[in-house]
């Protein structure tokens, strides 16, 4: 019988085992399927599936272990991959009924460079269709339950990795992010999400490949594993105009921060964004007790300008792009949210995005003033307690009607607007006992430090019964019997779409 507790060590401290020859990485992953196979039932994280694939895969990892062969960054560690990358040999979907067959016939830049560091891919993790907003549910797989509350949503659009991670069903996820997609998951089931600067971390699925809204990156359940997945993906590479060389692995090490000298600015809305009444309490609790322990703490007042008509435009340029082909073919085989997005930007002319890129300019200038004073801008991740994913999105707070499906997201999406690199993470609960996410943003293209920074505060909450990383009821979870499959759609999928099936070996979990 495999080892349950093997599933709940760190990402690092597993990789640190397998090396020493302590762990073989067929135990390792023998005990993720397993832990798979008990919880994800209740979540529905991981979707389509190649267990019989990642033995082979882990088989040959413990061969050269033993071997004393080169062994790469995350060699023998399972992994799961968002089901926006393409994976060769398994079913991508997007969450899109389209997509239900589809089966690349190779795996795309990000997902080959984990292979390459020695990572299995042992499965698909939940998406919403197409990645449109942050409630990971589809016609094709259902939803992704909360791991706190399965009746509640888990985020997203990395809302599969992020549940995964939570329950220690993988000890590493892929994820990505254009309006909040790694942060809000994240910040939802009480895991990290790392946005990078723009072309730090290669993206080869982005049509605008001159876009920095959106970007690739790590999850992890805390820092060290979320920067030991960053240090196997990021450096440059030529499908991704905005990539740049790193050097020697920048990562290897990070800064060692003292938080006694941190000066810290914060917001609870950044000016602009709605925020429920009982998450901004909880917010200014927890900066009251990070404030002791850092030099200066200060609330700022930033110009965040016209950002949310700039993003509007800006991400509906994206959807347009992507969608264009299958919107003409049949705009009733997109589901509400991308058909929404799809259609503003149609409606859009040359005047609005000129307006957009313009005003994006002026607001990251604005913002990277902010760091002549600060080290880090704190805030909310995310604007409200999560709420059912019978609900396809927020739409009020406060008992304020918010003016689109996405608008709830402005806590992150103006921070994707400046460029900054941002983390989310765990500090305690909030009024509901849901996990509460903290956003940590850094200065411009300043990676490293934040991460150091983001390392220094993760100690700092470990030690406090407030702030420190809340864990799910796996106990209770299992006892849980919410269909999360059976889901009331908005978008009937179109008739005669064959059954998703998982394929190289492993059943559709």
Same mark, same amino acid.
């Given at each position: 019988?495999?080892?349950?507790?093997?599933?709940?060590?760190?990402?690092? *401290?597993?990789?640190?085992?397998?090396?020493?020859?302590?762990?073989?990485?067929?135990?390792?992953?023998?005990?993720?399927?397993?832990?798979?196979?008990?919880?994800?039932?209740?979540?529905?994280?991981?979707?389509?599936?190649?267990?019989?694939?990642?033995?082979?895969?882990?088989?040959?990892?413990?061969?050269?272990?033993?071997?004393?062969?080169?062994?790469?960054?995350?060699? $023998? @560690?399972?992994?799961?991959?968002?089901?926006?990358?393409?994976?060769?040999?398994?079913?991508?979907?997007?969450?899109?009924?389209?997509? !239900?067959?589809?089966?690349?016939?190779?795996?795309?830049?990000?997902?080959?460079?984990?292979?390459?560091?020695?990572?299995?891919?042992?499965?698909?993790?939940?998406?919403?269709?197409?990645?449109?907003?942050?409630?990971?549910?589809?016609?094709?797989?259902?939803?992704?339950?909360?791991?706190?509350?399965? #009746?509640?949503?888990?985020?997203?659009?990395?809302?599969?990795?992020?549940?995964?991670?939570?329950?220690?069903?993988?000890?590493?996820?892929?994820?990505?992010?254009? $309006?909040?997609?790694?942060?809000?998951?994240? *910040?939802?089931?009480?895991?990290?999400?790392?946005?990078?600067?723009?072309?730090?971390?290669?993206?080869?699925?982005?049509?605008?490949?001159?876009?920095?809204?959106?970007?690739?990156?790590?999850?992890?359940?805390?820092?060290?594993?979320?920067? =030991?997945?960053?240090?196997?993906?990021?450096?440059?590479?030529?499908?991704?105009? =905005?990539?740049?060389?790193?050097?020697?692995?920048?990562?290897?090490?990070?800064?060692?921060?003292?938080?006694?000298?941190?000066?810290? $600015?914060?917001?609870?809305?950044?000016?602009?964004?709605?925020?429920?009444?009982?998450?901004? *309490?909880?917010?200014?609790?927890?900066?009251?007790?990070?404030?002791?322990?850092?030099?200066?703490?200060?609330?700022?007042?930033?110009?965040? $300008?016209?950002?949310?008509?700039?993003?509007?435009?800006?991400? *509906?340029?994206?959807?347009?792009?992507?969608?264009?082909?299958?919107?003409?073919?049949?705009?009733?085989?997109?589901?509400?949210?991308?058909?929404?997005?799809?259609? @503003?930007?149609?409606?859009?002319?040359?005047?609005?995005?000129?307006?957009?890129?313009?005003?994006?300019?002026?607001?990251?200038?604005?913002?990277?003033?902010?760091?002549?004073?600060?080290? #880090?801008?704190?805030?909310?991740?995310?604007?409200?307690?999560?709420?059912?994913?019978?609900?396809?999105?927020?739409?009020?707070?406060?008992?304020?009607?918010?003016?689109?499906?996405?608008?709830?997201?402005?806590?992150?999406?103006?921070?994707?607007?400046?460029?900054?690199?941002?983390?989310?993470?765990?500090?305690?609960?909030?009024?509901?006992?849901?996990?509460?996410?903290?956003?940590?943003?850094?200065?411009?293209?300043?990676?490293?430090?934040?991460?150091?920074?983001?390392?220094?505060?993760?100690?700092?909450?470990?030690?406090?019964?407030?702030?420190? !990383?809340?864990?799910?009821?796996?106990?209770? @979870?299992?006892?849980?019997?919410?269909?999360?499959?059976?889901?009331?759609?908005?978008?009937?999928?179109?008739?005669?779409?064959?059954?998703?099936?998982?394929?190289?070996?492993?059943?559709?979990?």
């Amino acid at each position: 019988m495999p080892d349950h507790s093997i599933v709940e060590k760190s990402a690092v *401290a597993l990789r640190a085992l397998i090396g020493a020859r302590q762990l073989s990485p067929v135990e390792l992953l023998d005990a993720c399927i397993s832990r798979i196979e008990d919880i994800n039932p209740r979540v529905n994280a991981v979707t389509a599936t190649c267990f019989e694939r990642a033995r082979d895969e882990a088989r040959r990892a413990e061969q050269a272990v033993m071997a004393g062969a080169p062994l790469g960054l995350l060699h $023998g @560690l399972p992994i799961g991959i968002k089901d926006l990358e393409e994976t060769e040999g398994l079913l991508t979907t997007y969450g899109s009924a389209i997509y !239900r067959s589809n089966i690349p016939a190779r795996d795309n830049v990000l997902v080959a460079r984990l292979r390459r560091a020695g990572a299995i891919v042992a499965g698909k993790t939940n998406v919403p269709e197409m990645g449109a907003g942050a409630n990971s549910r589809n016609t094709v797989w259902g939803a992704t339950g909360n791991p706190f509350n399965p #009746l509640l949503n888990a985020g997203g659009s990395s809302g599969g990795s992020a549940a995964a991670l939570a329950c220690d069903l993988l000890p590493l996820c892929s994820g990505s992010d254009t $309006g909040g997609s790694l942060r809000i998951p994240a *910040a939802k089931c009480g895991v990290v999400g790392f946005r990078p600067s723009p072309g730090l971390v290669p993206s080869e699925r982005k049509l605008l490949g001159w876009t920095p809204i959106s970007v690739v990156g790590p999850m992890g359940r805390d820092v060290a594993d979320t920067v =030991l997945q960053l240090r196997a993906s990021a450096g440059m590479d030529s499908s991704d105009p =905005l990539s740049y060389p790193l050097g020697d692995d920048p990562f290897a090490t990070l800064p060692d921060i003292d938080l006694s000298q941190l000066r810290i $600015g914060y917001t609870e809305d950044f000016g602009v964004c709605d925020v429920d009444n009982d998450i901004r *309490a909880v917010f200014r609790k927890k900066i009251a007790a990070i404030r002791p322990h850092v030099k200066t703490c200060e609330q700022i007042d930033v110009d965040m $300008g016209e950002a949310h008509r700039c993003f509007d435009v800006i991400r *509906a340029e994206s959807f347009f792009t992507g969608f264009d082909a299958a919107y003409r073919r049949d705009p009733s085989s997109l589901g509400p949210n991308t058909r929404a997005n799809y259609e @503003l930007g149609a409606a859009m002319k040359l005047a609005d995005t000129a307006w957009a890129h313009s005003e994006q300019t002026r607001i990251f200038r604005r913002f990277q003033a902010q760091f002549s004073r600060f080290d #880090l801008i704190l805030s909310p991740t995310t604007p409200v307690s999560p709420f059912p994913w019978s609900q396809l999105y927020l739409k009020e707070i406060n008992g304020v009607e918010l003016e689109n499906y996405y608008r709830w997201l402005a806590l992150t999406y103006v921070v994707t607007l400046a460029t900054n690199p941002s983390i989310s993470l765990p500090c305690g609960t909030d009024h509901r006992q849901m996990p509460f996410g903290l956003q940590v943003t850094g200065a411009f293209r300043a990676d490293r430090h934040l991460l150091g920074c983001a390392a220094a505060l993760e100690n700092l909450f470990d030690g406090s019964d407030e702030l420190r !990383r809340p864990r799910p009821d796996l106990q209770q @979870l299992r006892r849980s019997e919410v269909d999360l499959k059976s889901i009331v759609t908005d978008s009937p999928q179109p008739a005669g779409a064959p059954a998703p099936t998982a394929v190289a070996g492993g059943p559709a979990v």
